[in-house]
């Protein structure tokens, strides 16, 4: 019978791994090791990334041994309001309106909310 040899790779969850520079983590105590193909899914996803490491050159590599997090800490988007809302529309405020578009999915939403505000106004 053949034995696979399965690898386990470390991922790193800790604060540090936000300034990955190719030097070791001084003071990480990240000990949970996941599979191989599980760290590749994560990485797919966008969720991780290799962990550098310096080569004797000095050039930065991907160390396939350990795996960095990337989404560690969310940013919270402020929400809109209904102030936010009659500021930009009813107040015509260019800059609102361009903020609230941007604000994502909800710029279709928000567009309807304030055409029938309109036409209750009127």
């Given at each position: 019978?053949?034995?696979?040899?399965?690898?386990?790779?470390?991922?790193?969850?800790?604060?540090?791994?936000?300034f990955?520079?190719?030097?070791?983590?001084?003071?990480?105590?990240?000990?949970?090791?996941?599979?191989?193909?599980?760290?590749?899914?994560?990485?797919?996803?966008?969720?991780?990334?290799?962990?550098?490491?310096?080569?004797?050159s000095?050039?930065?590599?991907?160390?396939?041994?350990?795996?960095?997090?990337?989404?560690?800490?969310?940013?919270?988007?402020?929400?809109?309001?209904?102030?936010?809302?009659?500021?930009?529309?009813?107040?015509?405020?260019?800059?609102?309106?361009?903020?609230?578009?941007?604000?994502?999915?909800?710029?279709?939403?928000?567009?309807?909310l304030?055409?029938?505000?309109?036409?209750?106004?009127?």
């Open positions: 019978m053949l034995a696979v040899r399965v690898r386990r790779i470390l991922k790193h969850h800790c604060t540090m791994a936000e990955d520079r190719g030097l070791p983590f001084v003071g990480c105590k990240c000990s949970r090791y996941i599979l191989q193909h599980e760290a590749e899914q994560l990485i797919l996803a966008g969720d991780a990334a290799w962990k550098l490491r310096l080569n004797v000095g050039e930065t590599i991907a160390d396939h041994e350990e795996i960095v997090l990337v989404k560690l800490h969310p940013q919270r988007a402020r929400l809109i309001t209904d102030r936010d809302i009659e500021r930009a529309y009813a107040d015509l405020n260019l800059a609102e309106q361009k903020r609230i578009l941007m604000f994502g999915a909800n710029g279709g939403v928000v567009t309807k304030v055409r029938s505000q309109e036409a209750k106004k009127s």
